[in-house]
């Protein structure tokens, strides 16, 4: 069982930076591939980023890639996402999601979810 938590979500401007963390408990997150989606009002929740479990390969979507970088720590339990040069359009509630078996963009082949942090940009 892995149970995720979300922070470091807020208010910026176009152009600013955040970066979003999320701590896991359990004892096998570095066994795990790590995924952060993203679901703005209205919308069906999207793929952002994911990172193997060994941290070795990572995946984007097209529209954060050269913008956002997504990193782990295993010794903290920690995946990041560094997301730079922010958009209005990256305004949506941001989700980390744990894998035991799957490293890919389809949501529901992900096993554990966050609760999700929120981003707002504003221009």
């Known amino acids: 069982q892995v149970q995720l938590v979300e922070s470091g979500g807020g208010s910026v401007q176009a152009g600013g930076s955040l970066r979003l963390s999320c701590a896991a408990s359990g004892r096998t997150f570095s066994t795990y591939a790590m995924g952060w989606f993203r679901q703005a009002p209205g919308k069906e929740r999207e793929f952002v980023a994911t990172?193997?479990?060994?941290?070795?390969?990572?995946y984007y979507a097209d529209s954060v890639k050269g913008r956002f970088t997504i990193s782990r720590d295993n010794a903290k339990k920690t995946v990041y996402l560094q997301m730079n040069s922010l958009k209005p359009e990256d305004t949506a509630a941001y989700y980390c999601?744990?894998?035991?078996?799957?490293?890919?963009?389809?949501?529901?082949?992900?096993?554990?979810w966050g609760q999700g942090t929120q981003v707002t940009v504003s221009s």
């Open positions: 990172i193997f479990w060994s941290g070795g390969s990572t």
């Open positions: 999601a744990a894998s035991r078996s799957y490293y890919g963009t389809v949501a529901v082949k992900y096993d554990y």
